[in-house]
């Protein structure tokens, strides 16, 4: 059963808000989602975290969830990271773990490589890395047609959020009506779903596939996690990154897909527990 979070705070990052969650006393740990989700992925996460003695920081990405959802401003993954960046030292951020799922690893990813002092841990979860993204699925996404698709009075976005959560959690009983309504709510209407083409359309491999060298030279510790059944980022995009890393381990998540949040709540929330409560017991 999910655990409700508190209420949720709006920043102001130049002209636009972002949607945050601030919950928690102790070492802190920022947590990034992915797309299509937002800061809903973490609801099982974030309150075992915080009983384990960490403070936690939820934020919708900018043009996600409640965040707001510009029409002409870049969504790509580096300027998603300048946005992360600007409002963690708005909100007086002094560092900490940053854990990132699917694009909002590679947004970890880039944060760390530009402010490697602040961040003490990185965490990278079933996370998009070297030109593992935009995945098909998203990619076709940028073909004109979909405007008019989209753009349909009586679209239903809810059929392809539930495809995809099909496609991408293993334990299927848990895709109910509730969790797709939860997904696809902030993207609801023609509007709505005209933002979720803007944030689909502004996934970019080369955002990320040339910071990759600054990335595999990154010397703070890192743990990667992975679903074993992960069928958007595949697993041997993870080997690779952990082989690369100088400071990284990786673990595997048995019978477990690429929402591992979803799938796997429990042990995803022990094994970043665990490895952040490591990191505070450094000299």
């Given at each position: 059963m999910?655990?409700?979070?508190?209420?949720?705070?709006?920043?102001?990052i130049?002209?636009?808000?972002?949607s945050?969650?601030?919950?928690?006393?102790?070492?802190?740990?920022?947590?990034?989602?992915?797309?299509?989700?937002?800061?809903?992925l973490?609801?099982?996460?974030?309150?075992?975290?915080?009983?384990?003695?960490?403070?936690?920081?939820?934020?919708?990405?900018?043009?996600?969830?409640?965040?707001?959802k510009?029409?002409?401003?870049?969504?790509?993954?580096?300027?998603?990271?300048?946005?992360?960046?600007?409002?963690?030292?708005e909100?007086?951020w002094q560092?900490?773990?940053?854990?990132?799922?699917?694009?909002?690893?590679?947004?970890a990813q880039?944060i760390?490589?530009t402010?490697p002092?602040?961040v003490t841990?990185?965490?990278?979860?079933?996370t998009i890395?070297?030109?593992?993204?935009p995945e098909?699925?998203?990619?076709?996404?940028?073909?004109?047609?979909?405007?008019?698709?989209?753009?349909s009075?009586?679209f239903?976005?809810?059929?392809g959020?539930?495809?995809g959560l099909?496609?991408?959690v293993v334990?299927?009983?848990?895709?109910?009506?509730a969790?797709?309504d939860?997904?696809?709510?902030?993207?609801?209407?023609?509007?709505g779903?005209?933002?979720?083409?803007?944030a689909?359309?502004?996934?970019r491999?080369?955002?990320?596939?040339?910071r990759?060298?600054?990335?595999?030279?990154?010397a703070?510790?890192t743990?990667?996690?992975?679903?074993?059944?992960?069928?958007f980022?595949?697993?041997?995009?993870g080997?690779?990154?952990a082989?690369?890393m100088?400071?990284?381990r990786?673990?595997?998540?048995?019978?477990?897909g690429?929402f591992?949040?979803?799938?796997?709540?429990?042990a995803?929330?022990d094994?970043?527990?665990?490895?952040a409560?490591e990191q505070?017991?450094?000299?």
């Amino acid at each position: 059963m999910s655990i409700p979070l508190p209420e949720r705070e709006r920043i102001r990052i130049g002209p636009y808000r972002l949607s945050m969650i601030r919950v928690g006393c102790g070492p802190s740990i920022v947590l990034l989602h992915g797309i299509p989700t937002h800061s809903f992925l973490w609801r099982d996460v974030a309150p075992r975290l915080t009983r384990s003695g960490f403070e936690v920081i939820l934020f919708d990405l900018l043009g996600y969830g409640d965040s707001d959802k510009p029409l002409d401003t870049d969504l790509g993954i580096a300027a998603q990271a300048c946005f992360m960046a600007d409002a963690l030292e708005e909100i007086g951020w002094q560092g900490g773990h940053i854990v990132g799922h699917d694009i909002g690893g590679g947004i970890a990813q880039l944060i760390t490589v530009t402010n490697p002092n602040v961040v003490t841990g990185l965490v990278l979860v079933d996370t998009i890395a070297y030109d593992s993204f935009p995945e098909p699925g998203i990619a076709r996404l940028k073909e004109p047609v979909w405007d008019d698709i989209l753009g349909s009075p009586d679209f239903d976005l809810k059929k392809g959020f539930a495809k995809g959560l099909s496609r991408g959690v293993v334990r299927t009983d848990r895709i109910t009506p509730a969790l797709i309504d939860a997904y696809e709510e902030p993207f609801r209407g023609v509007e709505g779903r005209r933002a979720y083409l803007r944030a689909a359309r502004a996934l970019r491999t080369e955002d990320l596939a040339p910071r990759m060298p600054e990335v595999e030279a990154l010397a703070l510790p890192t743990l990667i996690v992975w679903g074993e059944r992960d069928d958007f980022q595949p697993l041997s995009y993870g080997r690779r990154l952990a082989g690369a890393m100088p400071n990284a381990r990786l673990e595997v998540v048995d019978d477990a897909g690429h929402f591992l949040p979803e799938d796997a709540p429990e042990a995803l929330s022990d094994l970043i527990a665990g490895f952040a409560a490591e990191q505070a017991l450094q000299p």
